[in-house]
């Protein structure tokens, strides 16, 4: 089993910048890919990014692409979110998600394991 607990979330004023961090337990993550995933109210939750296992190849969702970066630390085990140039469209709540295997994943149904979330808030 593996243990995700989100944190850096907050409130930020459009245009500002948050880093968010995943913590991992339980298993190492170094064979997992990482994703961050987010849920806006009333709305489904959607991929934002993910980072293969050596951190060699990223993937993004359109809309945070040239703002987010994804980034991971293997010998802590930690994944990172950084987000710039943040939106009020950017508002939710931010998951981190892990899945084993050597590829990335952009689907909600592909990770087995995730946070409990951290509350982002970009206000105009």
């Known amino acids: 089993q593996v243990q995700l607990v989100e944190s850096g979330g907050g409130l930020v004023q459009a245009g500002g910048s948050l880093r968010l961090s995943c913590a991992a337990s339980?298993?190492?993550?170094?064979?997992?890919?990482m994703g961050w995933f987010r849920q806006a109210p009333g709305k489904a939750r959607e991929f934002v990014a993910a980072?293969?296992?050596?951190?060699?190849?990223?993937v993004y969702a359109d809309s945070v692409k040239g703002r987010f970066t994804i980034s991971r630390d293997n010998p802590k085990n930690t994944v990172d979110l950084q987000m710039n140039s943040l939106k009020p469209e950017d508002t939710a709540v931010y998951y981190c998600?892990?899945?084993?295997?050597?590829?990335?994943?952009?689907?909600?149904?592909?990770?087995?394991?995730w946070g409990q979330g951290t509350q982002v808030t970009v206000s105009s």
């Open positions: 998600a892990a899945r084993p295997g050597i590829g990335t994943w952009n689907t909600f149904s592909d990770y087995n394991y």
């Open positions: 339980g298993r190492t993550i170094s064979s997992y890919c």
């Open positions: 980072i293969d296992w050596r951190g060699a190849s990223t």
